[in-house]
């Protein structure tokens, strides 16, 4: 886990206050502390990706916070289809070969209409 300090020191432009303000508007979510826990939230991997990413659309791509947080939920989505997409394939590559076969055929007949 990262801590905000870290996240900080990895992306230009973006400081602790930015951060926070950034999640405190959902678009990044760090791992939940409970209330009992002393402890600051611990940010992954994609959530350093993500800050980067809001700071780039905002500092040089120029899109306001409504535009970052209409193109995170896109991204969010894609991003959901693309793991749903991977677990069908995967049901289908454990199916029978004959029965790959037909779903296979059966997905090209809709492709072309």
Do not use: W
């Amino acid at each position: 886990m990262l801590t905000e300090e870290d996240i900080v020191a990895r992306v230009s432009r973006l400081t602790v206050t930015r951060l926070r303000v950034f999640v405190s508007q959902g678009l990044i979510k760090p791992e939940a502390v409970s209330p009992e826990d002393v402890a600051p939230p611990g940010y992954s991997e994609a959530d350093l990706a993500r800050a980067a990413l809001i700071c780039n659309l905002e500092d040089e791509m120029g899109f306001n916070k409504d535009d970052v947080s209409v193109l995170l939920s896109l991204i969010d989505q894609i991003h959901g289809l693309r793991s749903e997409l991977r677990n069908f394939v995967e049901a289908v590559e454990a199916l029978p070969p004959e029965v790959r076969t037909t779903v296979r055929l059966r997905i090209e007949q809709r492709r072309r209409g």
